[in-house]
């Protein structure tokens, strides 16, 4: 942020103050949304992953149970199995539900409260260039006016040696 000087003892100095205080606080809550963010990102790759580990172990076993035969197979043992791959797939739908639940209602609050600090960041640094935009206005104006008073008084000063060195003789 630049330095306005004598800008941070009028009101639009300390408006800026305040607005780069603002700005302060909007980034301080961006950083801890978009850490929020990162968490609940990291939180679903882990879902995905136990989702995916469900699923492969529901294959392996129908795969492994393939391999034994149907011959020679009592009613008992593939009641067991049908039972075990009931449960795997049970785990499976319920690793499902659970990314789809997660993916729904805190991934996106975290994805929406990122989205909202970052526009509030945004908004929070258009108010304080405003204002910086303001005192440079202010600024300038007071430059300028310095200026044209400079400039009346060398018109004056120079004004008054003219009028003395051209006043009309007496003719003598």
């Known amino acids: 942020m630049k330095s306005y ?61 393939d391999n034994v035969g149907a011959t020679g197979q009592r009613a008992a043992d593939a009641q067991t199995r049908r039972r075990f791959w009931a449960r795997l797939d049970e785990a499976a739908a319920a690793a499902d539900a659970a990314l789809a639940r997660y993916r729904k209602e805190d991934l996106a609050r975290a994805l929406d409260a990122d989205a909202a600090a970052r526009a509030a960041h945004v908004r929070a640094r258009q108010r304080r260039e405003v204002v910086e935009k303001a005192i440079v206005r202010r600024q300038a104006a007071a430059r300028r006016e310095a200026d044209r008073r400079e400039e009346a008084i060398q018109d004056d000063r120079y004004a008054g040696v003219r009028a003395r060195t051209n006043t009309p003789t007496t003719g003598k």
């Open 5 to 65: 000087g004598t800008a941070s003892r009028s009101t639009l100095g300390t408006l800026l103050d305040l607005r780069a205080k603002d700005e302060r606080d909007a980034e301080q809550a961006l950083a801890a949304a978009a850490s929020a963010r990162r968490k609940a990102e990291a939180e679903q790759a882990r879902l995905v992953e136990k989702l995916r580990a469900a699923h492969e172990a529901a294959a392996v076993a129908r795969r492994d149970s």
